[in-house]
């Protein structure tokens, strides 16, 4: 995370749904829309909605604009949560989300990867599920259980500006060049 730009400037969970920031595409559309048919309400940032994906509930929860910096803090931190989906191809690795999400203290709700106990710890840190049916419990837990988003959250930017800032991992990576 940069800390600069992602760090928490608003209140926790003080809206009642989960945001998504992202591209469309065809499988994460294709989970959003079940989401959205399981009841959980949807709130997705991103730099348009391509066409080709057709008319979906997906689309009317899409807003058509980005956040970036202090609007995406605000926008993750306000959040009941952030739902953090992967690639498909990201088998084994995480995405920038996942730590950006974190600095700017957001209950991050994240796609399981074998990864992500190493980075943060699933249950105080993050949430993270490995099925529909895990991913509807969590979602669920956020939208419903009172003060978990904060507790989540306030741990999540805890660690990520402890151990997941730019300036820490460059210097991790030069580290093992020398």
């Known amino acids: 995370c940069n800390p600069r730009w992602h760090r928490p400037v608003t209140p926790a969970g003080v809206e009642p749904y989960l945001v998504i920031a992202g591209n469309m595409y065809p499988s994460r559309v294709r989970l959003l829309d079940r989401l959205i ?3 959980i309400p949807l709130k997705l940032y991103g730099g348009g909605f391509p066409h080709s994906l057709g008319d979906t ?6 807003t058509g604009r980005t ?3 202090e609007d995406k803090a605000r926008a993750f931190r306000s959040a009941a949560g952030v739902l953090n989906t992967m690639y498909p191809a990201e088998i084994a690795g995480v995405n920038s989300r996942l730590f950006e999400a974190a600095g700017c203290g957001a209950a991050v709700l994240t796609e399981f990867r074998p990864t992500v106990p190493e980075l943060f710890d699933v249950g105080s840190e993050v949430l993270a599920y490995h099925d529909f049916d895990g991913l509807i419990d969590q979602a669920s837990r956020l939208l419903n259980e ?5 507790r989540i959250g306030d741990a999540a930017a805890r660690r990520a ?9 460059v210097a991790a990576i030069l ?3 020398s």
Do not use: I, M, N, S
């Open 37 to 39: 048919a399981k009841g």
């Open 161 to 169: 500006h402890r151990d997941h800032t730019y300036d820490l991992r």
């Open 57 to 62: 509930p997906v689309r009317q929860a899409h």
């Open 67 to 69: 956040v970036c910096r």
């Open 146 to 150: 009172t003060g978990l988003t904060a």
């Open 175 to 177: 580290e093992k060049l």
